[in-house]
């Protein structure tokens, strides 16, 4: 997909190792994409940061403590929250493996979403925040809502086309 696009292909790692390739007999992280783990990217105008793994619920890869997701929602205060205070925005995109908790979050342990990204959501207000990891099940399963700091959460299992607001 990288090479048929003329826009950056974004991504977070999730806590399965899907996100490696294997090329001649080694395991690499995949070409043309990038990685927005711990990282902030800005892309004409837009200011995104991403946070990839899940909150720890057994051992393996992608198994974050909780002092290790909260670091991470932290991470880019020196540059975001002045940002927010200026333009009510300290980060347009939070793009994230695991959910926020709420109605997109899973019911079982393993999906419950990390209470970290509400911190998150309080200091930077971001316009959109994008995850995956739960399933989607049931008729109807809830794949956006509005919080009450107005961030727009999107569930983007298999894809999500968005706008942002």
């Known amino acids: 997909m990288a090479t048929k696009v003329r826009v ?6 999730g806590n399965h190792g899907e996100e490696w390739v ?9 070409g043309g994409v990038v990685n927005l783990h711990g990282r902030l990217f800005r ?9 990839g793994g899940v909150p720890r619920y057994r051992e393996g890869e992608g198994q974050l403590a909780p002092g290790e997701l909260f670091h991470l929602a932290l991470k880019p205060f ?3 929250f002045p940002r927010r205070l200026l333009r009510g925005h300290g980060v347009d995109v939070l ?32 316009r959109l925040h994008v995850h995956g990891h739960t399933p989607l099940l049931g008729a109807n399963p809830e794949r ?6 107005g961030v727009e959460v999107i569930h983007a299992q298999g894809y999500a086309l968005v706008q942002l607001p």
């Open 22 to 30: 294997w090329e001649e007999g080694r395991r690499k992280r995949p």
């Open 43 to 51: 892309y004409r105008g837009l200011l995104l940061y991403g946070i």
């Open 78 to 80: 020196p540059v975001a």
């Open 95 to 126: 793009l994230t493996h695991a959910p926020p908790p709420g109605p997109t979050a899973g019911e079982d342990f393993a999906h419950r979403g990390a209470s970290a990204f509400l911190l998150f959501h309080r200091l930077f207000r971001p």
């Open 8 to 13: 950056p292909v974004l991504f977070v790692p």
């Open 144 to 149: 956006r809502h509005r919080t009450l700091l």
